[in-house]
Nanobody, 123 residues
Framework: QVQLVESGGGLVQAGDSLKLSCAASGRTFSTYAMGWFRQAPGKERVFVAAINFSGGSTYYGDSVKGRFAISRDNAKKTVSLQMNSLKPEDTAVYYC????????????????WGQGTQVTVSS
């Protein structure tokens, strides 16, 4: 069982940076691939980024490539999402997710997810 708690959301201006963090509980964190997805009001969930269990492989959605970076610290049981050059269209609730298979995360399939953190980017 993995419990996830996101933090770091807020209101920023276009062009600003923001770093989201996800703290995990459970003894098996290092065996899970981790990811982020987002959902804006009235819109479908969108895959943002994923990282495999070791941190050696990362994956990004097309809309955030080159601007966002996912990383993890297995010793601290955390996964982070560094978001640069933010745009108003990045506004959404961002969720942290965990799954044994990184490919499932990329398909928006996952075993565990957090409560989300709001990111609002003003123009």
């Amino acid at each position: 069982q993995v419990q996830l708690v996101e933090s770091g959301g807020g209101l920023v201006q276009a062009g600003d940076s923001l770093k989201l963090s996800c703290a995990a509980s459970g003894r098996t964190f290092s065996t899970y691939a981790m990811g982020w997805f987002r959902q804006a009001p009235g819109k479908e969930r969108v895959f943002v980024a994923a990282i495999n269990f070791s941190g050696g492989s990362t994956y990004y959605g097309d809309s955030v490539k080159g601007r966002f970076a996912i990383s993890r610290d297995n010793a601290k049981k955390t996964v982070s999402l560094q978001m640069n050059s933010l745009k108003p269209e990045d506004t959404a609730v961002y969720y942290c997710a965990a799954d044994k298979v990184v490919a499932r995360l990329r398909r928006l399939e996952y075993d565990f997810w957090g409560q989300g953190t709001q990111v609002t980017v003003s123009s």
